[in-house]
């Protein structure tokens, strides 16, 4: 036979969850007069009272963003357990005879310990889900996302500084056909499969790729251009460490990132070419070195809409250059491109020959 609770016990247990949940960190009212009506709880009435803390801690701990918070809470929880030991201390005192009365709640509180260090450990990896739920914010935020516009920075990995030395490379390819470089480079990008990239020859001269989302296309200096519906045609020769992660769909490069990167948030930091605003940080590390890809990946997003502001590889050797480099995304502009800027025609004169090419 059970016996239920009264009253009186059901509305003590309820005027102390009420505390509880609407307390503060640092609340003096519940610190002090709850924990003296702790005191005057039983056991049975303190699980109760525990009870609704436990629960409450765990779920307020998945969602409060404040690290103190966060200590609070666990921190109440375990006062009560402490009382509940305390109590139960005295009630065996005063029946020794009846040791086995005591073994349940030791193994109720034994196991509400380890919930609570298993909370703890949760609360540690908050970032980490801070960190997903950021990265997820910014694939959405590219399916609606306007017209963008992105500097490509290439900057040696140890000094920082931009080494562009076009005079070296124009007498070793006189006679050859030069290869656009990265850095200088500007890319145009409209949803998730519209580019414009505009790269650049150490003697100036312009070679354009792009897509209108349905058909690429290739412009180079004095030669036809070159069009295609297959989709893998004209892609960017990407360096090595950056083949098999970035595309120039980056809601597709940040999936990969999620997927293959341990990734930490760092909170909001102002960039140095945006003075005016704070933006969310994220710090990438490769988790398998069998993945070739960059071992470091900095992120810069919106804190509210999610926006790739600006992201940077680290360590990243680029053909001819034996030397590590940064490889840098820089968020130039938000403006309304032309209606036509991603197809080939916005980009050369009427009277360019054109070749389109078969799919086969």
Not at 272 to 283: C, F, N
Request: proline content about 5%; aromatic content about 6%.
């Amino acid at each position: 036979m059970t016996t239920e609770p009264n009253e009186s016990e059901n509305n003590l247990v309820d005027r102390l969850g009420n505390q509880w949940i609407d307390a503060e960190p640092g609340d003096s009212e519940f610190n002090e007069s709850a924990i003296d009506a702790l005191e005057s709880l039983d056991s049975k009435q303190l699980c109760r009272a525990a009870d609704v803390q436990l629960v409450h801690a765990i779920l307020i701990g998945l969602a409060e963003n404040s690290k103190n918070a966060k200590q609070s809470r666990v921190k109440k929880l375990m006062q009560s357990i402490r009382a509940d030991w305390k109590k139960q201390a005295k009630e065996r005192a005063a029946s020794p005879q009846k040791p086995h009365r005591y073994v349940g709640p030791a193994i109720r509180w034994g196991t509400a310990a380890m919930i609570i260090i298993s909370l703890a450990v949760l609360l540690t990896s908050l970032p980490s889900n801070k960190a997903m739920a950021t990265i997820d914010q910014m694939i959405a935020a590219i399916e609606n996302a306007g017209d963008r516009t992105y500097s490509i920075i290439v900057r040696d990995q140890k000094t920082g500084r931009r080494e562009r030395r076009p005079g070296r490379f124009t007498v070793q390819r006189r006679n050859r056909q030069e290869r656009a470089v990265f850095d200088g480079a500007t890319l145009y990008l409209r949803g998730r499969s519209k580019y414009v990239l505009y790269r650049y020859t150490p003697s100036g001269q312009t070679v354009i790729n792009g897509s209108d989302g349905q058909t690429n296309w290739l412009i180079r200096p004095r030669r036809a251009v070159l069009v295609s519906d297959n989709p893998q045609a004209f892609r960017i020769p990407m360096p090595e460490d950056l083949a098999n992660l970035l595309t120039l769909d980056f809601s597709d490069t940040l999936q990969q990132i999620r997927e293959r990167y341990k990734i930490k948030y760092l909170g909001t930091v102002p960039v140095k070419q945006d003075q005016e605003a704070s933006w969310s940080y994220l710090h990438a590390t490769r988790q398998n070195r069998k993945f070739k890809g960059p071992r470091v990946i900095r992120i810069w997003a919106h804190p509210d809409t999610g926006l790739l502001r600006r992201i940077e590889f680290a360590d990243i050797k680029l053909q001819g250059d034996p030397e590590p480099k940064k490889l840098i995304f820089d968020l130039r502009d938000q403006k309304q491109l032309a209606e036509n800027w991603f197809t080939h025609t916005a980009h050369h004169s009427e009277d360019t020959e054109v070749d389109v090419l078969s799919e086969e």
